[in-house]
């Protein structure tokens, strides 16, 4: 018996069930072994890969450069026609308003996508759909004078009628570069 290893009296084990095993298995003969018996315990794990990968971006972080395609400027725009409860425009930037069409201005210069935005809204209407999202994109290569379709979709969508309110979109739906749009249900 090994030093680790119970009688069988000592586990709780009825004689008549000890018998009944030794019956069941027949003759039994112990194996010794000294491997078992030499096995030293198992060095302690380094996470050497996880300290490298965090060494290598903080590393990154201190001496790389920024990336401006993913900065948020937070110049976000937002808008609620008079007389409507600013909870309107709260449950429009917070998505409760089903997304159900979209319009993407990228590559287009101000006089295309003055046009297209007229026209989106137009179609929009005809369609009776009352949210929309208008991704102008956040303007970064737009040079000293700021976003020009940022500013432009502001100024369209604030003298059309059958706008009732615009918001700047959630973090995944474009962030400062698109706007969620609600628009009137009468015609």
């Known amino acids: 018996m090994s030093r680790n290893q119970k009688p069988a009296q000592e586990c709780g084990v ?10 069941a298995v027949g003759p039994v003969r112990r194996i010794h072994s000294r491997r078992v018996e030499s096995r030293q315990p198992p060095k302690p794990v380094e996470p050497v890969k996880s300290r490298e990968d965090e060494q290598m971006v903080m590393s990154e972080l201190a001496a790389g450069r920024l990336d ?23 449950r429009l930037r917070r998505g409760h308003y ?21 026209d989106f809204l137009d179609e929009a209407r005809e369609r009776n759909i009352n949210c929309i999202k208008i991704i102008h994109g956040k303007g970064l290569r737009s040079g000293p004078d700021g976003p020009k379709l940022r500013q ?6 604030q003298r059309d009628a059958r706008v009732l309110a615009f918001t700047g979109a959630r973090p995944n739906d474009g962030g400062s570069g698109a706007v969620y749009v609600l628009l009137s249900n009468s015609r």
């Not at 009825?14 to 019956?23: A, K």
């Not at 401006?68 to 709260?90: A, D, H, S």
């Not at 089903?98 to 007229?118: C, F, P, Q, W, Y």
Request: zero cysteines.
């Open 152 to 157: 432009l979709t502001g100024r369209i969508l």
């Open 98 to 118: 089903t997304v159900r069409d979209e319009l993407d201005l990228h590559h287009m210069n101000s006089e295309a996508a003055g046009k297209a935005i007229r």
């Open 68 to 90: 401006l395609v993913n900065f948020e400027t937070g110049e976000e725009l937002n808008w609620l026609r008079p007389g409507l409860q600013k909870r309107v425009l709260m």
């Open 14 to 23: 009825p004689d008549n069930e000890r018998d009944l095993f030794r019956d």
